[in-house]
């Protein structure tokens, strides 16, 4: 199945290049990039590990917090086993 629709996917390909060859080329296109897209992906990309590691070390310290109190027998939240 994956090998047909592979073929199908290759094969459209060239047809529509071959069609399209007097009146299209990829090669005269112009291609400008563009900084605004580049500085949003890399802002989200940078604010989103930000955000994992602030969660990670939060986790962190709440889990330290939770195991002092359970040392000292002071948690309302722990489970106790019997």
């Known amino acids: 199945m994956l090998l047909k629709v592979t073929n199908m996917v290759i094969l459209r ?7 399209l060859a007097d009146y299209f080329s990829l090669d005269t296109l112009a291609a400008q990039t563009d900084w605004f897209v580049v500085a949003a992906f890399l802002l989200v990309v940078i604010t989103g590990v930000y955000g994992l590691i602030w969660m990670y ?13 359970i040392e000292r027998g002071e948690s309302e939240t722990a489970l106790t086993w019997p």
């Not at 390909?13 to 069609?19: E, K, L, V």
């Not at 070390?57 to 109190?69: F, T």
């Open 13 to 19: 390909d060239m047809i529509r290049r071959d069609t």
């Open 57 to 69: 070390r939060r986790e962190k310290a709440l889990a330290a917090c939770l195991a002092r109190e």
